[in-house]
């Protein structure tokens, strides 16, 4: 055997290492800073444990702290250590899974007498995970057959339906028919596929976060599991920046806001997930709406209407029955025996639209666009607020068009959806690539390459970075999304475009070409909002509850300093209102100062209070949103700043 080994980095260059060395001793002797940094090494295109040994002609990188997948090794890794200790201080609790999650990890178990975690308990937990740091307690990977991993794990019945492949764990997969385990010396041993971090003192900067109940398998009908959440960084400055991060997003939480702003509610009379709009939520969401359809007009929309059920036949050729039914409601019997449901796409009613006649080549692009009120049954578990909720109305075009007028139909498409989106305050993008879902999608290969080329191309042509989401598209399509982030970093996504050779095959459409002869469109479809209510949540999350002055429910809030300044102020609102703005009046039956006050709670843009020289000469004082007070401001020069706030959407 030779004594030495050569392995190839990721630049190409080469470096020389002892015969029998590990990815760790590579990391070491690329540099000690490297080697502080180091959780994983990419060997060969596999991610390894840094105790793996290395062979000669092996390509390799180093993972580090810092990146993705280095992150999410120490939350997969913090996951084992929150199971132990967990194990350790509650005698008879068993384990189910604990995946890494975005910006953290969680791990499922169920407690002995069906007991529940108390917030008390998650700092008893947190002081036995940093014991368990301090004791540097080894990973150690081993692959076992079947039958003596159920020997290992025959008090813990989640991990043996695990093992026996009725259940699902991402994180439990084995190769070669084994079942891979991970140890940590001398009590703890989890399924798990690795890879981890070296021992547990490479872990430390973490917090726990929350208890939540999670149905085993994500299904009612199992039995409830307590769910513990926490969040694990590679620096205690990391950690420290997230739970500031967090803080705020707390304070911007749409739930909260909703209801302190008065915009929203979801009363229990109707049912989880189905939101109502107040007035002044239902002012904010008119301007939204009646602004979006101004735009879509001017760029060549047609408005359409559709019914909010339908019979399942027309679900069965769209395939949405065959393909999407866990999402939909139950049917409803009518009509002896007909099966009628609650619609949870709007497309399959365009297509019908679009149906109704014979089209003609001279007709496309033919773009209808529908506010469109679809149901959806999300379960229990992830219905959040209005940014995951049951039934939304989605701002929903279709887009039919010949093959030859695609690509710039595409391109026209992402500009007007980005520059929309810009309007109502965002303006941060990335775009992000679903491709066709393997085992889950209709037509051929060849088709699915051509449409996802064509959304590919668009998407290059905005000068954007572009993210690949492999086998992340729809059953009959791939698409585009528009990542957006807010005001603290948050990405969310929101618009949505689709190319589907599909759904025109399954309901025959088709149009009259130049030749006479009748040729089959392509559908684009686009979901610009994405949903109005998400998008509202979107919004009010980015604002922080301070909608910028043309979005506002109540844009001014005139105050008297006493009540014989009652005409003026009134004579002041009706200005305003004559003038196409939103006033409104508070009389001084209570104190100025609390009445600014809770005028500032509500967010209002602008208060404006008027005392005796305002009625004097005709002028007002202002107290603008997050800015200086400014007396004697003429009250055709406020009416001219507030009609540029509203004209510039700020």
């Given at each position: 055997?030779?004594?030495?080994?050569?392995?190839?980095?990721?630049?190409?260059?080469?470096?020389?290492?002892?015969?029998?060395?590990?990815?760790?001793?590579?990391?070491?002797?690329?540099?000690?800073?490297?080697?502080?940094?180091?959780?994983i090494?990419?060997?060969?295109?596999?991610?390894?444990?840094?105790v793996w040994?290395?062979?000669?002609?092996?390509?390799?990188?180093?993972?580090?702290?810092?990146?993705?997948?280095?992150?999410?090794?120490?939350?997969?890794?913090?996951?084992?250590?929150?199971?132990?200790?967990?194990?350790?201080?509650?005698?008879?609790?068993?384990?189910?899974?604990?995946?890494?999650?975005?910006n953290?990890?969680?791990?499922?178990?169920?407690?002995?007498?069906?007991a529940?975690?108390?917030?008390?308990?998650?700092?008893?937990?947190?002081?036995?995970?940093?014991?368990?740091?301090?004791?540097?307690?080894?990973?150690i990977?081993?692959?076992?057959?079947?039958?003596?991993?159920?020997?290992?794990?025959?008090?813990?019945?989640?991990?043996?339906?695990?093992?026996?492949?009725?259940?699902e764990?991402?994180?439990?997969?084995?190769?070669?028919?084994?079942?891979?385990?991970?140890?940590?010396?001398?009590?703890?041993?989890?399924?798990?596929?690795?890879?981890?971090v070296?021992?547990?003192g490479?872990?430390?900067?973490?917090?726990?976060?929350?208890?939540?109940?999670?149905?085993?398998?994500?299904?009612?009908?199992?039995?409830?599991?307590?769910?513990?959440?926490?969040?694990?960084?590679?620096?205690?400055?990391?950690?420290?920046?997230?739970?500031?991060?967090?803080?705020?997003?707390?304070?911007?939480d749409?739930?909260?806001?909703?209801?302190?702003?008065?915009?929203?509610?979801?009363?229990?009379?109707?049912?989880?997930?189905?939101?109502?709009?107040h007035?002044?939520?239902?002012?904010?969401?008119?301007?939204?709406?009646?602004?979006?359809?101004?735009?879509?007009?001017?760029?060549?929309?047609?408005?359409?209407?559709?019914?909010?059920?339908?019979?399942?036949?027309?679900?069965?050729?769209?395939?949405?029955?065959?393909?999407?039914?866990?999402?939909?409601?139950?049917?409803?019997?009518?009509?002896?025996g007909?099966?009628?449901?609650?619609?949870?796409?709007?497309?399959?009613?365009?297509?019908?639209?679009?149906?109704?006649?014979?089209?003609?080549?001279?007709?496309?692009?033919?773009?209808?666009?529908?506010?469109?009120?679809?149901?959806?049954?999300?379960?229990?578990?992830?219905?959040?607020?209005?940014?995951?909720?049951?039934?939304?109305?989605?701002?929903?075009a279709?887009?039919?068009?010949?093959?030859?007028?695609?690509?710039?139909?595409l391109?026209?498409?992402?500009?007007?959806?980005?520059?929309?989106?810009?309007?109502?305050?965002?303006?941060?993008?990335?775009?992000?690539?679903?491709?066709?879902?393997?085992g889950?999608?209709?037509?051929?290969?060849?088709?699915?390459?051509?449409?996802?080329?064509?959304?590919?191309?668009?998407?290059?042509?905005?000068?954007?970075?572009?993210?690949?989401?492999?086998?992340?598209?729809?059953?009959?399509?791939?698409k585009?999304?528009?990542?957006?982030?807010?005001?603290?970093?948050?990405?969310?996504?929101?618009?949505?475009?689709?190319?589907?050779?599909?759904?025109?095959?399954?309901?025959?459409?088709?149009?009259?070409?130049?030749?006479g002869?009748?040729?089959?469109?392509?559908?684009?479809?686009?979901?610009?909002?994405?949903?109005?209510?998400?998008?509202?949540?979107?919004?009010?999350?980015?604002?922080?509850?301070?909608?910028?002055?043309w979005?506002?429910?109540?844009?001014?809030?005139?105050?008297?300093?006493?009540?014989?300044?009652?005409?003026?102020?009134?004579?002041?609102?009706?200005?305003?209102?004559?003038?196409?703005?939103?006033?409104?009046?508070?009389?001084?039956?209570?104190?100025?100062?609390?009445?600014?006050?809770?005028?500032?709670?509500?967010?209002?843009?602008?208060?404006?209070?008027?005392?005796?020289?305002?009625?004097?000469?005709?002028?007002?004082g202002?107290?603008?949103?997050?800015?200086?007070?400014?007396?004697?401001?003429?009250?055709?020069?406020f009416?001219?700043?507030?009609?540029?706030?509203?004209?510039?959407?700020?």
């Amino acid at each position: 055997m030779a004594d030495q080994i050569t392995i190839t980095l990721p630049d190409g260059t080469a470096k020389t290492l002892p015969t029998g060395s590990t990815a760790g001793d590579l990391a070491a002797a690329i540099g000690p800073r490297l080697a502080k940094a180091a959780v994983i090494a990419n060997v060969n295109g596999v991610e390894r444990d840094l105790v793996w040994p290395l062979a000669d002609g092996d390509e390799v990188a180093i993972i580090t702290d810092t990146s993705e997948r280095g992150l999410y090794t120490i939350r997969h890794s913090t996951a084992h250590v929150l199971a132990q200790a967990v194990l350790d201080l509650f005698p008879g609790a068993t384990f189910a899974i604990g995946p890494p999650v975005e910006n953290g990890f969680y791990y499922d178990f169920e407690l002995p007498g069906g007991a529940t975690f108390s917030p008390d308990d998650l700092e008893r937990i947190e002081a036995r995970m940093r014991e368990i740091i301090a004791e540097e307690q080894p990973f150690i990977r081993d692959e076992v057959p079947e039958e003596k991993a159920l020997e290992i794990f025959r008090d813990h019945k989640y991990k043996c339906e695990i093992i026996r492949g009725a259940a699902e764990d991402p994180t439990s997969a084995t190769e070669r028919g084994l079942v891979r385990t991970y140890e940590n010396p001398p009590r703890f041993i989890d399924l798990c596929r690795g890879p981890h971090v070296p021992h547990t003192g490479r872990l430390g900067h973490f917090k726990l976060m929350r208890v939540a109940g999670a149905y085993w398998r994500g299904d009612e009908r199992n039995p409830m599991l307590q769910r513990i959440y926490g969040t694990a960084w590679a620096t205690k400055r990391d950690l420290d920046d997230y739970l500031t991060r967090l803080a705020e997003a707390e304070k911007r939480d749409h739930r909260r806001l909703g209801v302190e702003l008065d915009l929203f509610s979801f009363p229990e009379n109707i049912g989880s997930g189905l939101a109502v709009f107040h007035p002044k939520g239902g002012v904010v969401r008119r301007i939204m709406e009646d602004y979006s359809r101004t735009r879509h007009e001017q760029a060549g929309y047609e408005f359409v209407y559709s019914p909010h059920i339908s019979k399942a036949s027309l679900f069965e050729t769209s395939g949405h029955l065959e393909w999407y039914a866990e999402g939909m409601y139950p049917p409803m019997e009518l009509d002896e025996g007909t099966e009628y449901y609650l619609k949870p796409m709007n497309c399959p009613f365009h297509i019908l639209i679009y149906k109704s006649r014979l089209r003609s080549y001279r007709e496309l692009p033919l773009r209808l666009f529908e506010f469109g009120t679809v149901y959806r049954y999300e379960k229990s578990g992830v219905v959040h607020g209005l940014t995951r909720a049951r039934g939304f109305a989605q701002d929903d075009a279709h887009i039919f068009t010949t093959k030859e007028q695609m690509p710039d139909e595409l391109r026209s498409l992402l500009t007007f959806v980005l520059d929309l989106l810009r309007d109502y305050g965002l303006d941060d993008f990335y775009l992000e690539l679903s491709t066709r879902p393997e085992g889950k999608a209709v037509g051929t290969v060849e088709e699915w390459e051509e449409a996802t080329e064509a959304l590919r191309q668009a998407a290059e042509s905005m000068g954007l970075d572009l993210v690949l989401d492999e086998g992340g598209g729809a059953f009959y399509a791939p698409k585009i999304s528009v990542q957006a982030r807010d005001a603290i970093g948050r990405t969310w996504q929101i618009s949505t475009i689709q190319v589907d050779f599909m759904l025109p095959q399954r309901f025959g459409l088709e149009y009259v070409g130049p030749d006479g002869e009748r040729h089959r469109p392509i559908m684009i479809h686009r979901a610009l909002f994405g949903s109005v209510e998400r998008f509202f949540a979107v919004l009010l999350e980015h604002y922080a509850g301070a909608f910028p002055a043309w979005l506002a429910p109540v844009q001014a809030r005139v105050l008297p300093v006493r009540d014989d300044h009652d005409v003026y102020a009134h004579r002041l609102v009706d200005r305003l209102v004559a003038e196409g703005f939103r006033a409104d009046f508070v009389d001084a039956a209570e104190p100025l100062g609390g009445r600014i006050r809770k005028a500032k709670l509500e967010k209002i843009p602008y208060v404006l209070v008027v005392g005796d020289d305002d009625v004097e000469h005709g002028t007002v004082g202002v107290n603008p949103r997050g800015g200086d007070v400014e007396r004697g401001v003429a009250v055709d020069d406020f009416i001219e700043r507030l009609a540029a706030d509203v004209v510039g959407h700020v």
